[in-house]
């Protein structure tokens, strides 16, 4: 993985030149092109966060628990890789160094499948890791890229005897099909439709630099905000100060008839539909509604929440307890921003996206979760 590192580095310019190759192929307008984007900065990312998996330790191996058994029958539950890991995502070429650098530290093998949109990037990124597979005398199917064509999808999801779990990373629309058509097992990395409360004691200019971050810093990712909730006692106070922020970034907002009425003479403001309130945005957009209070607040996000990212803004500690006691997500802050739901803010190195489910993995799904258990029963002759 430090040779990969180095690789990467090595091969900045031609990365860009492919990845030019594929942006070229969008439309020039869509911010979504954010994600499909790698530069130098950015290229110096990835091969910092593969310096920082390959610097934590092997999961694998590892005596989770141990007995001795009346018997006289020794055992022992260890910690194992989970075999084929077969990962389906979008847009983003980061993803392929990041899923084939987390499961090669994990001792497991991947299948990946981009998307056409960064077909070129791909193609090359395997094409580097394949190199260094090589050069470490280390079988270069180990990271198989397929074809982006969208047919090859459907044969991974009946592939139970090669691909052990499949996880789809991207839109909503992507998870959803993955879930309901694949007989490989899955795990869920979701779409984050993501909400900031502002409660009626919050510090206004805290809160007000919370939803900036929340909404601005990186719109096109998902742990962005979605939907700005307020109390209807400060509401006006709020979103006069948060005005000239989001006219500087030119936010499009989608309001309700109360936040619209306080919010009127701002440039891009629309009135909100119920589809408005579910939406990830993805984009210099947001949602705005006014609640009578933190009842309302905690029924709303219920109703919409994705369960990926969910904050309050509050001075005051039992609003925030029951906040965060109530609110049914992966993340679950406190006066703080959404955009910290990540695997290398957490500590955790590089992740293979945000996993928004109950069972194996929640939250920023790192190297510690690609490994599932095994028994071993050590004995001298018992019989049953």
Not at 118 to 131: R, S
Not at 270 to 290: I, N, P, W, Y
Not at 325 to 336: H, L, Q, S
Request: hydrophobic share 40%.
């Amino acid at each position: 993985l430090n040779g990969l590192a180095v690789e990467i580095i090595k091969n900045t310019k031609q990365l860009i030149k492919e990845n030019t190759k594929d942006l070229a192929k969008q439309d020039p307008d869509n911010p979504r092109n954010d994600r499909l984007l790698l530069n130098e900065q950015r290229i110096k990312n990835i091969a910092a966060s593969i310096k920082k998996v390959a610097s934590l330790p092997d999961p694998t191996g590892k005596i989770l628990e141990k007995r001795t058994l009346p018997n006289g029958l020794k055992l022992e539950k260890i910690s194992v890789a989970l075999g084929v890991v077969g990962a389906i995502y979008e847009s983003r070429p980061n993803v392929t160094f990041d899923i084939a650098a987390l499961c090669l530290r994990s001792r497991n093998a991947c299948v990946l499948k981009g998307s056409s949109e960064a077909e070129n990037t791909n193609n090359l990124a395997v094409k580097i890791i394949k190199k260094v597979l090589k050069d470490n005398n280390l079988n270069t199917d180990t990271v198989t890229l397929l074809p982006s064509a969208r047919e090859v999808v459907n044969e991974m999801f009946t592939a139970t005897k090669y691909i052990d779990v499949l996880i789809p990373r991207g839109s909503d629309g992507l998870i959803q099909y993955v879930r309901k058509n694949s007989l490989v097992p899955v795990i869920e990395t979701g779409a984050g439709v993501c909400h900031v409360y502002v409660e009626k004691t919050a510090n206004i200019k805290k809160a007000v630099d919370i939803v900036v971050n929340a909404k601005t810093s990186r719109p096109s990712v998902c742990n962005a905000a979605d939907t700005i909730i307020v109390d209807k006692s400060i509401a006006g106070n709020f979103l006069q100060q948060l005005k000239p922020a989001f006219e500087k970034f030119e936010v499009e907002v989608f309001a309700d008839n109360d936040a619209f009425k306080l919010l009127k003479g701002y440039d891009h403001l629309q009135h909100a539909t119920a589809e408005d309130f579910g939406r990830e945005f993805l984009s210099m957009k947001c949602a705005v509604k006014v609640v009578k209070g933190l009842d309302e607040a905690l029924e709303h996000i219920a109703e919409y929440s994705t369960r990926h990212s969910e904050a309050i803004v509050s001075e005051n500690k039992q609003a925030c307890d029951r906040f965060i006691k109530e609110v049914d997500a992966a993340a679950v802050y406190a006066n703080a921003s959404t955009r910290f739901t990540d695997g290398e803010e957490f500590g955790l190195g590089a992740e293979i996206g945000i996993s928004t489910q109950k069972l194996h993995a929640r939250g920023p799904f790192a190297l510690e979760k690609l490994v599932t258990e095994k028994w071993v029963i050590k004995g001298n002759g018992q019989i049953r």
